[in-house]
């Protein structure tokens, strides 16, 4: 079943048409990898189907149902989490309190209420846990790495425990030992029933964790299948992976 | 030796990131520095270019001391960084932002020079010219970046990961394009999770950990070191 579909979205930003009658399904239950070069539309379509940008035409759809250019903080409502290319995290609190402004999706009587919550506290501490960062957590986030401050983000997009997460390049500025790590935790929650749409250049990560993975060039989809069939598609090979 | 840090303390808000580091980079040849996130590794870029004072420590380049000279007056001794965030100004065309890498030269005939010579390099500087920078996508703001900083001829490049953000064939170009820079005799550190592609073009690897050095030498030592491998390049040989 799909549970996150674009059918036919266009976006352009002026003269640049960043998408172009782009189609893509995301099956539920699915780790789907969505590869391309350099512009070629990757992060646009995320922000289409995140609420970040309006289409111009075309249609997002979240369980069947349309979600196009619904504003960002319904999509997430809904279920649908994401983390951005570059990292966005309150610099000034410390990561545990980052983790509990993750935490609010009502209003401000929610948060506070929530914030007493040992329930919450102690899923902060866990999901902090999960990610690594423990022994940071009463730290400024303004502080962490760059690949810290990612790890932060994946964190926090949890606690709100959605049912689909789009991550942009989470494997980018994070050390190797730490991406196999990171691998692992995908598939943890893959197997708990999360689904994934992951942007991502480094093959060897794409390659191995995703089921299925689309090919993007030029703002539309190109190619589609399992890792193996991509890897050998002689159009892929041309316009991304060069040799 | 073009470069030398000496017991270099430095950190942010009062905390040290880094404990005690000691480096010494020849001329012409380039350094790798890897370690977990959090390491310090982009901290010791920062301390290099001038963007955070070290509390303590001595840094030396082309024999002068430059603790405590300000970015602009290190830019003018010829060490140019190329950060690991988008640092392009969005506004502004892809030109535009390559030109103002060369902002303190006077001489427009030089500057016109040099950017022939950086689109040769990267296409994507002629092609985007009138283009705001903004409207690029992350991975091409990366390339314009990295024609910006060879705009004032550096003597010592300093790249932030340069890999982050790129297609593996954008990446290739940016690999080949540092291996230009080698021949023609500049100096490099760069820092790169890709830590085995970092470590395969640089001539020596240094491991940070925990703002201490856990590890220098030769790149092969570093890339077959058993425990090195486990611990931060992601497990065996065999998988790269």
Known sequence: MSLLEAKGVSKAFGGIRALEACSITVE?????????????????LFNVMTGYEQVDAGQVLFEGRSITNVTPDKVFRLGVGRTFQLTRVFPRLTVLENMHVAAQRGNLRGLLSRWSSSHEQQRALELLDFVGLTRLKNLPAG??????????????????????ILLDEPAGGINPTMINYLTERIRTLNERGVTFLIVEHNMEFVMGLCDRI??????????????????????VLEAYLGD | MLLSLHDIYAGYDG??????????????????IVGPNGAGK????????????????????????????????????GIVQVPQSHSLFTTMSVRENVRM???????????????????????????????????????????????RCLMLDPRLILLDEPSMGL??????????????MQESGRTIVLVEQNARTGLSIANNGVVL?????????????ILNNPEIGHLYLGGTLSKA
């Not at chain 1, 789907?32 to 992060?43: D, E, Q, V």
């Open chain 1, 214 to 235: 689309m090919v993007m060039h030029r703002g539309t989809k190109i190619a589609e299948g399992a890792p193996d069939e991509v890897r050998a598609n002689p159009e």
């Open chain 2, 15 to 32: 905390s040290d990131v880094l404990k005690g580091i000691s480096l010494e980079v020849e001329k012409g040849t380039t350094t790798c």
């Open chain 2, 42 to 77: 982009s901290t010791v870029l920062r301390v290099l270019s001038g963007l955070l004072r070290p509390r303590e420590g001595k840094i030396t380049f082309d024999g002068r001391s430059i603790v405590g000279l300000s970015p602009r007056k290190i830019l003018e001794l």
């Open chain 1, 143 to 164: 502080n962490l790495s760059y690949g810290q401050k990612k790890l932060l983000e994946f964190a926090y997009i949890l606690i709100a425990e959605p049912q689909v």
């Open chain 2, 209 to 221: 950990e925990s703002g201490r050095v856990r590890l220098e030498g030769p790149h092969d030592q």
């Open chain 1, 28 to 44: 539920q239950g699915s780790i789907t990898g969505l590869i391309g070069p350099n512009g070629s539309g990757k992060t646009t």
């Open chain 2, 101 to 147: 890498g060369a902002y303190m030269l006077n001489d427009n005939a030089l500057v016109d020079r040099r950017l022939r010579e950086v689109e040769e390099m990267f296409p994507i500087v002629k092609t985007r010219a009138r283009d705001k920078a903004g409207s690029l996508s992350g991975g091409q703001q990366r390339l314009v970046e990295f024609a």
């Open chain 2, 167 to 180: 297609d593996p064939k954008t990446f290739k170009q940016v690999i080949d394009t540092v291996k230009v």
